[in-house]
């Protein structure tokens, strides 16, 4: 779903599907006429929320000198500021209107003494991609752009209980990059072009493009991105952010407008390893109405008590060298992580995926039926303005101006085309897929090799964005976690030309407690993270 961005490597297709196409259309981003922006503009603070985490916002209103009104308000500011005017990220696409009147209710409640948790009063952005109740949830696209649900989703739910603000919503590369094979990340008709706040000019990746950009410049303490394959990892990773992936049913799909129930999934997206296990704690729980949700008991619920400094001592990580080969920036940065690894006091040995990359063509094939009967579901069920993929394929033929200026609708034409899902191309593809990418690929090296994790580079350095040519993806290591279901997470390592390097750990399912751990010593060993600082274009 885009509950993901869909992101597949350069061999599929000839493209990567993570974002949508290049800014500059005439009805995207700040060039809207929406009437949330005004509610961007308020009274001036002298807060400085730049590279502030969410921990550290926590201990300060644990202490009183913090509320939740002064935080969210600091954030409306910077927003205005840096996002509206000055580099014009348009990484936000919607604010929320009652950000801070929530932030006052939940200040009174904690001067009464009630603390719901460690997000109580912590401002949250969201993805365009997933309910919030009152608010527009259009997957980017000008179709959807009425489309208000009436009722949360159900990890939105699961967030107002844990005290969070939900802050805004957040631009994405437009369907989650699921509507052409020739798209640009970080474009859409709603939203505009989001940026890449290191250097302007190159792309944020996709599709949680706007989320990976408005965390890595500060415009919100924590997000909330989805995937299906690489939407949260690859935007992580260009932005120098932490991004994790969970495990396919961990977190609730309900109420996330869908790509693939196989594969989808939310997850956080922050700027330390600790501000991610923060959120997962309040994103991680058992859904019903989610067929992959796991079983009644038995999930953590505080990852923050894995994080330790040593936590990768006595660890056995193997190498994907195979994801490796594509830059030469990227391999320095990936030996030197492979070297802390081993200071850290981990074993370290290289690993070879017998069935590397063989899952990408049924992998397509399942994403193509699931979309079309996911989607399908969700417009009925939500109440949208288009009822239908058909629907919605004509809406674009007759706006096409507007919402196709860069690129068209391939994929939705191919999936509308498709039969349900009895088929048995679909069923034999999604065999073979979860099949090659989990019990002979990442699942047979981490059993085979007695590993606790696989490691690599997560992906090549932001390329320039191009709404001409589409994205100029190089390489990626995550999508055979992405297709196993299985977590992953991405931690900053390094920089080209000050574009950020991103490090990827991958691990058997429902392991994301032991995942932060040892990214969480890989983070503080490396300190690698640097603030973006919004440069026109390269200058070295």
Known sequence: MKNSQWLMGAALLGMALMGACGGGAAQGGAGLADPSKSARRGAATSLDVVELSAADARDRMAK???????????????????????????????????????????DAERRAGKVRGPLHGI???????????????????????????????????????????????????????????????????????TKNPYVLDRNPCGSSSGAGTAIAASLGAIGVGTETDGSILCPSAVSGLVGLKPTVGLVSRSGIIPISISQDTAGPMARTVTDAALLLGALAAVDPADPAAPKEGGLPTDYTTFLAPDALRGK???????????????????????????????????????????????????????????????LRRSGAPHASLSALIAWNEAHAETVMPFFGQELFEKAAALGPLTDAV???????????????????????????????PSTAPAWLTDHVFGDHFVSASYGVAAVAGTPSITVPMGDSHGLPLGFVFMGRAYSEGELLGMAFAFEQATKARRAPTFEPTLRR
Do not use: C
């Open 64 to 106: 009183g000198i913090l509320t939740a009104r002064e935080l969210t308000q600091a954030y409306l500011d910077r927003i205005a500021r840096i996002d509206d005017a000055g580099p014009r990220l348009d990484a936000v696409i919607e604010l929320n209107p009652r950000a801070l009147s929530d932030a006052e209710a939940l």
């Open 123 to 193: 401002p949250v952005l969201i993805k365009d991609n997933i309910d919030v109740a009152g608010m527009v949830n259009s997957a980017g696209s000008l179709a959807l752009a009425d489309h208000r649900p009436k009722e949360d989703a159900f990890l939105v739910a699961r967030l107002r209980a844990a005290g969070a603000v939900i802050l805004g919503k957040t631009n994405l590369s437009e369907w989650a990059n699921f509507r052409s094979t020739r798209a640009t990340s970080g474009w859409s008709s709603r939203g505009g072009q």
């Open 316 to 378: 056995r990580l193997g190498v994907l060298r195979q994801a490796m080969g594509d830059h030469p920036d990227v391999d320095r940065a990936a030996e030197a992580s492979i070297a802390t690894l081993r200071a850290q006091g981990a074993e370290v040995v290289d690993v070879e995926m017998a069935t590397y990359d063989r899952w990408n063509e049924p992998e397509l094939t399942v994403m193509l039926y699931e979309f079309k009967d996911g989607l399908n579901a969700y």
């Open 426 to 456: 679909y069923l034999e593809a999604r065999e073979a897929a979860r099949r090659l990418a989990g019990k002979e690929g990442l699942l047979a090296i981490l059993d085979g090799g007695k590993l606790d994790a696989v490691v690599a």
